[in-house]
């Protein structure tokens, strides 16, 4: 049973095989980059015989088959190997990250929380599903672009903004979620001094 499962989001995807050889392991992860809709910048697997040349349980070196290495460059991705007889180690890297985003959740101060999993784009056919994923990357932050949703009430722009402020706290950006009328009460003082730098020049 090959299962792949989403680190923040904790989505999975099963596949299932009548046994364990290489072929099934690769048939498997490309199967949950299809499902999942894109491919992460790493995978962390447990020390599959199918995958793993040799392991050092001292040194806790991994070192994993070239056929692999050669399917993961081709996809653009890092495996990452739990250390020998430490599957554990996978589960610790998985709740710190979990804590770092309910961290960032919390400072966010979102009215309420949603995910883009729970975005019906069947629902509102004139917001394209694929361009929202792509925003979920956060490329767009950390070009320093900015993102403006346009709509009557109703159609879910609060929820797809906090949905996509989620997945940028999970990208490691820092998020804050406020009204446009709190926001300019907050900059308020800002600007009052400097107007009060321009008048004194």
């Known amino acids: 049973m090959f299962v792949a499962t989403l680190g923040y989001s904790r989505r999975s ?8 050889r290489r072929s099934s392991w690769l048939t498997g992860i490309e199967g ?3 499902y999942f809709g894109g491919v992460p910048q790493e995978i962390l697997f447990d020390n ?3 995958l793993v040349e040799r392991h050092d349980p001292l040194t806790r070196e991994v ?16 495996p ?7 599957a554990r180690t996978k589960g610790k890297g998985e709740n710190k990250d979990h804590r770092r985003l309910h961290m960032g959740m919390s400072l966010a101060k979102f009215p309420f ?14 917001v394209d599903a694929k361009q929202i994923r792509e925003l979920a990357t956060g490329r767009w932050i950390a ?4 993102l403006l949703l346009l709509g009557p009430p109703g159609v ?17 950006f820092s998020v804050l979620c406020t009204s446009a009328a709190a926001l300019m009460t907050a900059l308020q003082p800002c600007d009052q001094h400097r107007r009060r730098q321009l008048s004194a020049t």
């Open 63 to 78: 070192l994993f088959n070239e056929r692999f290495h050669a399917f993961c460059r081709s996809w653009g991705v890092t």
């Open 156 to 172: 879910g722009k609060t929820h797809l903004a906090v949905a996509l402020g989620r997945e940028a706290i999970a990208r490691g």
């Open 80 to 86: 990452k190997a739990c250390a020998p007889y430490r």
């Open 113 to 126: 929380v949603r995910t883009l999993d729970g975005c019906d784009f069947t629902a509102q056919p004139t």
């Open 143 to 146: 070009h320093g672009d900015a």
């Open 13 to 20: 995807f099963v596949m299932a095989f009548l046994h364990e």
């Open 48 to 50: 599959a015989r199918a």
């Open 32 to 34: 949950s980059f299809r």
